[in-house]
Structures are given as C-alpha cells and as structure tokens.
C-alpha cells in the first residue's frame, strides 16, 4: 500500500508496502517527510502510516528523527546490557523500571524468537552507519 498524499505530514522519501517488511502487519508505509506539526517551517519527521484495511489510523505515529534514533539506541542498548545490573550502556541513561524487572525475560524472550529478523535489521543497520561515515556528501 502507498502512503498517503492527502494527510498533513507530506512523505518525501518513503517505503510503500512496508507491512511486506513487517509481517503482513498494519503498518503500511514508512515515510521521511514534511511534519504535520509544523506547517509553517521545515520540520522533518519519520511516520508510520497503519491501515485497518478501511481506512488510515488515528493510531499512525509521526515522531521527530531523533526520537526515531534514540529508539534505535534503546533497542541496541537493551541487546547489549546485563539485565542483572541497572547500569546504562548509552548516553541515553536507560534503567530497569523496577516494577517490572520481572518481565525483562520477556524482552529476551521476544528477542530470541525473532533473532534472526532483529539481527538482519541491525546489520543493515551497521552496513548504512558505514556507508554515511565514509560518504563524501556528509555534512553532519
């Protein structure tokens, strides 16, 4: 499915048909665009565009690009982490909520069943941070 043109966060660079990606799931389309925020600036957003089959979601999430990446980093840090200890391994200062410590076995759990879909997105992952880090064009 295509993302949609008509909404208020207009998609610039965009992935129709993500739910192939995604397990056939409600997620449609991933899109770099316009924010909806923001009509009067230039304000880049990631979006998710979910489908019910009838219609576009309410439930469609538009968040600013670093928020996108610093979710990125709490997935690799909760990989990389002992879960016995409450000690961050990003900048971000992430911590075991401790009412529910117990369900940090779920997060593993999750984990090890889809290993081989979460490893495959990490080293594509990898193979882009690469790809930026010696592109002549980066002007970060």
């Known amino acids: 499915m295509n993302a ?63 928020r996108v990446l610093d979710l990125a980093i709490l997935i690799l840090a909760s990989l990389s982490r002992d879960n016995n200890s409450n000690v961050s391994v990003s900048d971000l200062n992430e911590t075991i909520n401790e009412s529910q410590r117990g369900n940090l076995k779920h997060i593993l759990e999750y984990y090890q069943r889809n290993s081989e879909n979460i490893n495959s997105r990490i080293e594509e992952l990898e193979r882009l941070i690469e790809l930026f880090r010696s592109s002549e064009n980066t002007n970060l």
């Open 4 to 66: 949609p043109n008509h909404l208020q966060h207009k998609p610039i660079l965009v992935v129709n048909d993500y739910d192939l990606f995604d397990n056939n799931s409600d997620a449609k389309a991933l899109s770099i665009g316009l924010a909806q925020w923001e009509n009067d600036t230039d304000e880049i957003s990631a979006k998710i565009f979910r489908n019910n089959g009838s219609r576009w979601s309410a439930q469609s999430e538009e968040m600013p690009l670093n």
